[in-house]
């Protein structure tokens, strides 16, 4: 197993920039392909950005494209989520996520392992 955990939200203002982190420990972290997800208060959780192992993109939400890139550094053993341009509603807890079954998902069940979230707010 794999464990993360979150790092670098806060309060910005809208238009703001934010840069997440995911540190991993454990199992070997290139052997892991990486997801983003959020989650607002009374709303489901839903796919932010995905990043394969080998660093190539995994894709990103319609909402966030353009305004937020995904990144890792094997060599650290982190994933990072650069957020530019932020709006009101980004404001969610955003969490890393690692699966070793898929290439890249979109789909959080196929996630298998969790980080504890980062709480990111944007206000107006």
């Known amino acids: 197993q794999v464990q993360l955990v979150e790092s670098g939200g806060g309060l910005v203002q809208a238009g703001g920039s934010l840069r997440l982190s995911c540190a991993a420990s454990?199992?070997?972290?290139?052997?892991?392909?990486m997801g983003w997800f959020r989650q607002a208060p009374g709303k489901e959780r839903e796919f932010v950005a995905a990043?394969?192992?080998?660093?190539?993109?995994?894709g990103y939400a319609d909402s966030v494209k353009d305004r937020f890139t995904v990144s890792r550094d094997n060599a650290k053993n982190t994933v990072y989520l650069q957020m530019n341009s932020l709006k009101p509603e980004d404001t969610a807890v955003y969490y890393c996520?690692?699966?070793?079954?898929?290439?890249?998902?979109?789909?959080?069940?196929?996630?298998?392992?969790w980080g504890q979230g980062t709480q990111v707010t944007v206000s107006s």
């Open positions: 990043i394969r192992r080998s660093g190539g993109s995994g």
């Open positions: 996520a690692a699966t070793a079954y898929a290439p890249y998902s979109r789909d959080y069940t196929q996630y298998t392992n």
């Open positions: 454990g199992r070997t972290f290139s052997n892991y392909a």
